[in-house]
């Protein structure tokens, strides 16, 4: 069973910032992939940023420079510091985790409710 729970949403000028939190709660899957997806109002999901296996990191071109993800392992949180933001960046911003269950070694994907992120002009 993993629970992904989310926080720091909200609103912000063009060129303000927020910070994403996302808390992951599991003890019997390990956790390959941890990120972000956003989605706005009649548009397609989109990744945003990611930890992949090995401990890399990807992230969508349009938030290179302006959006950075880390991590802390001891409070198995993931964060998404969002800078220079704009108005296109207003969406719907989910955590996802893709797990292993370490007694079937089967993958499954996991997302959170989702947290509204609006940037004014």
């Known amino acids: 069973q993993v629970r992904l729970v989310e926080s720091g949403g909200g609103l912000a000028q063009a060129g303000g910032s927020l910070r994403l939190s996302c808390a992951a709660s599991t003890t019997v899957f390990s956790i390959n992939t941890m990120g972000w997806y956003r989605q706005a109002p009649g548009k397609r999901r989109e990744l945003v940023a990611t930890?992949?296996?090995?401990?890399?990191?990807n992230y969508a071109d349009s938030v290179k420079g302006r959006f950075t993800i880390s991590r802390d392992n001891a409070k198995n949180t993931v964060y998404l510091q969002m800078n220079s933001l704009k108005p296109d960046d207003t969406a719907a911003y989910y955590c996802?985790?893709?797990?292993?269950?370490?007694?079937?070694?089967?993958?499954?994907?996991?997302w959170g409710q989702g947290t509204q992120v609006t940037v004014s002009s």
């Open positions: 996802y985790a893709h797990v292993t269950d370490l007694t079937t070694r089967l993958t499954y994907q996991y």
């Open positions: 930890f992949t296996s090995g401990s890399t990191t």
